[in-house]
T-cell receptor, first 113, second 116 residues
Framework: GENVEQHPSTLSVQEGDSAVIKCTYS??????FPWYKQELGKRPQLIID?????GEKKDQRIAVTLNKTAKHFSLHITETQPEDSAVYFC????????????FGPGTRLSVLP | GAVVSQHPSWVICKSGTSVKIECRSL??????MFWYRQFPKQSLMLMAT?????????EQGVEKDKFLINHASLTLSTLTVTSAHPEDSSFYIC????????????FGPGTRLTVT
């Protein structure tokens, strides 16, 4: 089955700096890769996703890159703000109906003012 | 759009009792719902996948007789923790996915279960 690893487990950056979180996956059939942000005690919220036919996707300060050959994808947050502080989870999934997400272990991002 | 609710948001029960958690898709039809368990400071662990009208598919290591899942309609799935024990205390989150060309899962707010 799919195995998703995520690094680093914790990340502290100064406000305004960039943050990068990396994930690797094992199942070459996976072709949908979402990123979720979870604040303490709240539900995970989708912040960006990427499909295997795309190498990069950007949405304002957030971008995701995908390298299918190497089976890794990364989340990039630029100009970080204190409200970006949360736990971020990557996930990998096949696109067939009913296939499940496998989540990475999460990265706790702290943006220091 | 794409709102998922869960009820209750938190519950405290005594060891040996059963607890039912509801997951509802409020503005779309959820053909597939997922149940996750999340321990403090840990990731979401998929417990089972349920498709409306079918038996749930459980992940390896999840006892189907202990965690009963019913997906009776396109907007409602329930998780019943039977004969709960303190080790079942956790944050349970459901998610729902409808028939769209996309694969996004919409998460419920979660239910914190404490078994005393």
């Amino acid at each position: 089955g799919e195995n998703v690893e995520q690094h680093p487990s914790t990340l502290s950056v100064q406000e305004g700096d960039s943050a990068v979180i990396k994930c690797t996956y094992s199942d070459s059939a996976s072709n949908y890769f979402p990123w979720y942000k979870q604040e303490l005690g709240k539900r995970p919220q989708l912040i960006i996703d990427i499909r295997s036919n795309v190498g990069e996707k950007k949405d304002q300060r957030i971008a995701v890159t995908l390298n299918k050959t190497a089976k890794h994808f990364s989340l990039h947050i630029t100009e970080t703000q204190p409200e970006d502080s949360a736990v971020y989870f990557c996930a990998a999934s096949r696109d067939n109906y009913g296939q499940n997400f496998v989540f990475g272990p999460g990265t706790r991002l702290s943006v220091l003012p | 759009g794409a709102v998922v609710s869960q009820h209750p948001s938190w519950v405290i029960c005594k060891s040996g009792t059963s607890v039912k958690i509801e997951c509802r898709s409020l503005d779309f039809q959820a053909t597939t719902m997922f149940w996750y368990r999340q321990f403090p400071k840990q990731s979401l662990m998929l417990m089972a996948t349920s498709n409306e009208g079918s038996k749930a598919t459980y992940e390896q290591g999840v006892e189907k007789d202990k965690f009963l899942i019913n997906h009776a309609s396109l907007t409602l799935s329930t998780l019943t923790v039977t004969s709960a024990h303190p080790e079942d205390s956790s944050f349970y989150i459901c998610s729902a996915r409808g028939e769209t060309p996309y694969y996004e899962q919409y998460f419920g707010p979660g239910t914190r279960l404490t078994v005393t």
